[in-house]
């Protein structure tokens, strides 16, 4: 009668984890990327600490700030009052006001 060979199955899991966490230690120590969104992650972590909001409140302003972003600011600049590169501000007469650049 056979039966299952539980050790066998353990010891060739922690095998694999041991390729896995080897590859993943590489990777880290040699990919820019990682190392940029360690530290984008990092920051956004201060960030969330600092201002008080929680993770999910953050990732609702990162995706407004996304879906302006992606319509080149317009409604972004708008939101905040600021006015587009190389546009004129209006006066509250509606008279072009020219900023020295």
Avoid: C
Avoid at 47 to 54: H, K, V
Avoid at 72 to 95: N, V
């Amino acid at each position: 009668m056979s039966r299952p060979h539980t050790y066998v199955d353990i010891r060739e899991l922690q095998h694999l984890l041991t390729r896995l966490t080897d590859e993943a230690n590489r990777l880290e120590e040699s990919d820019s990327n990682y190392r940029l969104d360690l530290e984008f992650s990092k920051e956004l972590d201060q960030l969330i600490g600092r201002y008080g909001y929680s993770d999910d409140e953050a990732i609702r302003l990162i995706e407004i700030v996304s879906v302006y972003e992606s319509e080149k600011g317009s409604k972004l600049r708008k939101l905040i009052g600021e006015k587009p590169e190389g546009q004129q501000a209006l006066s509250a007469s509606g008279e072009a006001n020219l900023d020295p650049a």
